[in-house]
């Protein structure tokens, strides 16, 4: 899911002297002619900060990053005390010699430097967390707090809060980015993102159901309430949210995934999950999800006299293997079929390749367990018992993992204004 979006940071441009400006201009179109004045100027007025600002970032503009930084470096001690300097320096860490660290850590100097501009915390909060280094975000959005009380920075302190699991500030302040009526999707869906973290799957689905209210389906909302219903056992529920998500994107791949996943829960409502895998495959014959996905539609239903869906299913997995090889759901899925045909030996190999590609999933040790209490090999049996049921909790820990979403980390910031 597409959770977080990151803007560039525009920065105001230095407002240079008049020297400076005519060689701006004189030069603009050839950075060497403007490097080669600006390097005159700063051997005659060494202490100018502003020549040295403009010749680092020519410096960065042509790729001379050492030249850059040691230009950048002189410009910060001469204009350690001038915001204009220390903003220019931000964009060029920003944009031209990236580091955003240091570009946090000037934007900080500038907000404590002018205390007129109400949304300096709250970029470097955003810097900060940006670099990812939330602490440092907490005391730079606590810092603004008393001027920018704004959903934007309330937001970014929610994040920084969520990075270092301190759940109750950063449900606090989430929840605040919110009020009052707060007509912001992105702000529910952060709000939803923090409870899903924390597996509080019912407070999430409040929120959710709150966002539909207000802005109607959309495929992110749907798709993060099928991965709630899920975490909360309520499988039809999920199948339904997943199936509307395909009905308001039918291209998204994300839906067939996740419906993929729960087709096993699928009950009456399995033909409308088949007809669905059937069209994403015949729009996407290069595409060996398709295949694996209508394998699965097919061994979820009741088994047929003469293992007929078996066959079926098996030419469905050859063709996914020869799009694409070594996907563990499709090893996993040959090793069911084989086992059910009592061929213990080969299904114990595709249970183990299906394991080396994905050694978080419980179940191949599960079908492991089973052939080999067949084959009498108890010691064996045993150990993947004892795995099944360790990565089994795991899941039910954290469903959407199951489901094969890994919530991305709640860095990164929405909006960065002046």
Not at 155 to 165: D, H, P
Not at 215 to 238: D, H, K, M, T, W
Not at 334 to 343: D, H, M, N, V, Y
């Amino acid at each position: 899911m597409t959770w977080l979006l990151l803007p560039a940071l525009l920065m105001p441009p230095l407002q240079p002297s008049n020297l400076l400006r005519e060689v701006a201009v004189a030069e603009s179109s050839d950075l060497a002619k403007t490097q080669a004045r600006l390097e005159q100027l700063t051997k005659r007025e060494p202490h100018n900060d502003q020549a040295w600002v403009q010749l680092a970032q020519v410096y960065a503009q042509r790729k001379k990053n050492e030249q850059a930084l040691a230009a950048a470096a002189r410009a910060e001690t001469l204009g350690a005390e001038d915001p204009a300097v220390l903003q220019s320096l931000v964009s060029l860490y920003i944009e031209l010699q990236p580091d955003l660290k240091k570009a946090a850590e000037l934007e900080a100097r500038y907000a404590e430097r002018s205390p007129a501009d109400g949304t300096a915390w709250r970029r470097a909060a955003a810097l900060y967390l940006d670099a990812g280094l939330p602490e440092e975000a907490i005391r730079a959005g606590k810092q603004g707090l008393a001027n920018d009380p704004s959903p934007e920075l309330r937001t970014i302190l929610g994040q920084a809060y969520t990075a270092v699991k301190d759940w109750e500030n950063a449900t606090e302040q989430l929840s605040a980015a919110l009020r009052p009526g707060r007509h912001d999707e992105e702000a529910h869906f952060r709000l939803a993102q923090l409870f899903m973290l924390r597996h509080d799957y019912t407070r999430a689905v409040d929120v959710l159901l709150n966002a539909r209210q207000i802005f109607g389906g959309s495929l992110p909302i749907e798709l993060a309430l099928g991965v709630c219903y899920y975490g909360q056992g309520r499988y039809a529920e999920a199948v339904d949210r997943f199936l509307n998500a395909i009905a308001l994107a039918p291209d998204a791949q994300q839906p067939y995934m996740l419906l993929g996943h729960v087709v096993d829960h699928s009950g009456a409502r399995l033909p409308e999950v088949e007809q669905r895998f059937v069209e994403f495959n015949n729009a996407n014959p290069q595409n060996a999800l398709g295949y694996l996905l209508r394998a699965k539609a097919l061994l979820a239903e009741p088994p047929a006299a003469g293992g007929s869906q078996d066959e079926k299913a098996l030419a469905f997995l050859r063709r996914s293997h020869a799009l694409k090889p070594d996907v563990a759901e499709a090893r996993y899925l040959l090793g069911c079929i084989l086992e059910r045909r009592g061929q213990h030996r080969a299904a114990e190999e595709e249970l183990e390749r299906s394991i080396a590609l994905n050694s978080q999933a419980s179940a191949p040790h599960l079908r492991l367990t089973q052939i080999y209490e067949q084959m009498g090999r108890a010691e064996d049996a045993a150990r993947e018992r004892e795995l099944h049921q360790r990565l089994l909790a795991a899941e039910q820990a954290a469903p959407e993992k199951a489901l094969g979403l890994d919530l991305p980390a709640p860095t990164g910031v929405a909006r960065r204004q002046r």
